[in-house]
């Protein structure tokens, strides 16, 4: 099976959840993890899964005016924050606004911040929405990994995206042969 991760990230933590995902995921089949600026209509096609995550910013995806103040942030000079390398590149809204129709299995997720969801937002609600918009059909609940106040994942969240990514591979493999 083909399975493509699709990830948006400004600090890396949603690239190590992305990355993480794609190793639980690899039982099913050829997993490509890719930033969202690679992620064009040849690399989607004939995908049996397509998992797809983003940064939580102001309560939701992305948009350019939070990923241009998350670059700033990080070019202060008493920053400790580090860009992602394909941190100034296209972000998951602009992708979505560009995708067209894609008929296969589908899950999002995102990273946000620990805490009641009402203060913090979660960019997998939008991303699950976006993702059935364009005909794509969720084989699992929208996912949340958990960063720290000062930008670093929670202890034991890229096992937790390991297991998430094993678990969606089961999922897919019940589907596809049933």
């Known amino acids: 099976m083909k399975i493509v991760v699709v990830y948006e990230s400004m600090y890396g933590n949603t690239h190590l959840i992305?990355?993480?995902i794609g190793k639980g995921l690899q039982e099913a089949g050829d997993v490509v993890v890719m930033p969202v600026d690679g992620a064009d209509a040849a690399v989607l096609e004939g995908a049996d899964l397509v998992v797809?995550?983003?940064?939580?910013?102001?309560h939701g995806m992305t948009r350019e005016s939070t990923r241009k103040s998350a670059v700033e942030a990080a070019e202060k000079p008493d920053s400790d924050l580090v860009?992602?390398?394909?941190a100034e590149g296209e972000g998951l809204r602009d992708w979505f606004d560009d995708l067209g129709k894609l008929a296969t299995?589908?899950?999002a997720f995102d990273t946000r911040m620990d805490g009641p969801v009402s203060f913090t937002g979660r960019a997998s609600k939008g991303i699950a929405h976006r993702l059935t918009k364009h005909g794509c059909t969720l084989?699992?609940?929208p996912q949340s990994f958990l960063v720290t106040k000062d930008n670093h994942l929670e202890t034991d969240e890229e096992q937790h995206a390991l297991t998430w990514g094993s678990d969606l591979a089961e999922s897919l493999q019940r589907l596809v042969t049933h």
């Open 52 to 58: 797809v995550g983003g940064p939580t910013h102001a």
């Open 139 to 141: 084989i699992d609940e």
């Open 18 to 20: 992305a990355d993480a």
């Open 105 to 107: 299995h589908a899950a």
């Open 83 to 86: 860009l992602d390398p394909d």
